[in-house]
Nanobody, 125 residues
Framework: QVQLMESGGGSTQAGGALKLSCAIG????????MGWFRQAPGAEREGIAA???????VYADSVKGRFTISLGNDRNMLYLQMNSLKPEDSARYYC???????????????????RGQGTQVSVSA
């Protein structure tokens, strides 16, 4: 089992920034792909960022250049730095993990084996 817990959501105005964190509980020998996805009310889940074990990253076009995914030095924390936020970024954000993963595809993140409970992000105009 991989346990995930997000924190850091909140409210901000357009153009602002937020940083999400995800605490990762896992066996130390697990090879994981990690990622973030979001879901707004009435919308489908959208994979937005993913990171592989070798720290390669991929992003959805909707967030590329504004969001940055990273792992903590001990690889027990996953982060999402969100800059230049827009109202359309408002959603519930989830971190997710896939075991035995070698290549991360951002569109697959919503289907990853494990996910957290999510954290809400609201951006006002």
């Amino acid at each position: 089992q991989v346990q995930l817990m997000e924190s850091g959501g909140g409210s901000t105005q357009a153009g602002g920034a937020l940083k999400l964190s995800c605490a990762i509980g896992r066996p130390t020998d697990e090879r994981l792909c990690m990622g973030w996805f979001r879901q707004a009310p009435g919308a489908e889940r959208e994979g937005i960022a993913a990171i592989e074990g070798d720290l390669s990253t991929v992003y959805a076009d909707s967030v590329k250049g504004r969001f940055t995914i990273s792992l903590g030095n001990d690889r027990n924390m996953l982060y999402l730095q969100m800059n230049s936020l827009k109202p359309e970024d408002s959603a519930r954000y989830y971190c997710a993990a896939e075991r035995g993963c070698w290549v991360a595809e951002v569109q697959e993140v919503p289907s990853y084996e494990f996910r957290g409970q999510g954290t809400q992000v609201s951006v006002s105009a």
